[in-house]
């Protein structure tokens, strides 16, 4: 019943733009952090962005100045606007939610299926 979804991924040509978001199901996103993480082919899933229950935003080196997390508690739902988008940047994203922000995937209770992203020419 506890249950994160995520939409808007698709393909991008380098410099485009696209509007990740996380909708929950099943709870109320107010009180919970919220994680974006993504994960390439041979790579380890690496954190992108977190939003705490009180909306303090982080990000990784690589995506901060083009990427902006935000969270719209009214409509339980969590976005991550990705712009100047990079062939780097592709990967399936997704979203997870925890009672405190973390870096880390494993400390991440509850998980969505996950949006592909690719960048290409």
């Known amino acids: 019943q506890l249950q994160l979804v995520e939409s808007g991924g698709g393909w991008v040509q380098p410099g485009g733009s696209l509007r990740l978001s996380c909708t929950a199901s099943?709870?109320?996103?107010?009180?919970?952090?919220i994680g974006w993480f993504r994960q390439a082919p041979g790579k380890e899933r690496e954190g992108v962005s977190l939003?705490?229950?009180?909306?303090?935003?982080w990000y990784t080196d690589s995506v901060k100045g083009r990427f902006t997390i935000s969270r719209d508690n009214a409509k339980n739902t969590v976005a991550l606007e990705m712009n100047s988008l990079k062939p780097e940047d592709t990967a399936v994203y997704y979203c997870?939610?925890?009672?405190?922000?973390?870096?880390?995937?494993?400390?991440?209770?509850?998980w969505g299926q996950g949006t592909q992203v690719t960048v290409s020419s």
């Open positions: 099943g709870f109320r996103l107010d009180n919970v952090a």
């Open positions: 997870a939610g925890n009672v405190r922000p973390s870096w880390h995937a494993r400390d991440y209770d509850y």
């Open positions: 939003i705490s229950s009180s909306g303090v935003t």
